[in-house]
Structures are given as structure tokens and as C-alpha cells.
């Protein structure tokens, strides 16, 4: 079948999934293809090899991905350091759902 126009955009519109964590339920988002781009290519979440570094690069995705109900981000880019920091078993639910909606998941590096 082939899609018209408007067909194709509703395909194409961000996927979100719902997290629950510790008590409570945050939405995490696909983000769009330029986002995408330009946060894989951000510098500073990039080793002297061009690897991801992960501690920096999942923080980084996270704060793009976690939207509220009207797919607004709640996070901040000034919310990365903290993010850096949050509690693993809570954090990892939520980017592991950011990786995989974003076509990530599996693509961990050596850091």
C-alpha cells in the first residue's frame, strides 16, 4: 500500500513510551532526526577517538527525551551534570527506553 502524504507524517511522528519508575511514570520520546544528529555529534560527549562516552552521551539523550504530557522536555541541557549523577536503577529504566526509541539500543562503546 502505498501512503499518501498524511499517512507518511502520522508514521513518521515520535514514538513515546511510558517508564514507570519508583513510584511514578515519566513519557520518554523519540526525538527528531536533526536532534538526533546533532547530539551524536556533539563534541563534548565524544572521546579523543570519536567513541561515545557513555557517562555523558545517556545523560545528554535523556534530557532530550523525557517530555511531559504535551511532549514538551522537562529537562534542560543544565540538567545533564545532574542527571550524570542520578541513581542508576531509576535512570537506566529511562535510557535504556530513550536508546531503544531512538534506534540506539545495543550501540554501547567501551566507556
Do not use: H, Y
Not at 527528531?32 to 539523550?61: H, V, Y
Not at 542508576?88 to 536508546?99: G, M, P, T
Amino acid at each position: 500500500m502505498i501512503l499518501n502524504k498524511e499517512e507518511l507524517f502520522s508514521k513518521l511522528a515520535p514514538k513515546k513510551e511510558t517508564v514507570e519508575i519508583d513510584g511514578g511514570e515519566v513519557i520518554v520520546s523519540e526525538i527528531g532526526a536533526t536532534a538526533l544528529i546533532e547530539l551524536c555529534t556533539r563534541k563534548e560527549l565524544q572521546d579523543s577517538e570519536g567513541n561515545w562516552i557513555m557517562s555523558k552521551f545517556t545523560p545528554a539523550l535523556v534530557t532530550l527525551c523525557v517530555v511531559d504530557d504535551a511532549g514538551n522536555r522537562i529537562f534542560a541541557d543544565e540538567d545533564i551534570p545532574t542527571l550524570e549523577k542520578a541513581a542508576a536503577s531509576q535512570f537506566s529504566k529511562i535510557a535504556q527506553v530513550a536508546r531503544r526509541l531512538n534506534g540506539l539500543a545495543g550501540d554501547e562503546t567501551k566507556n
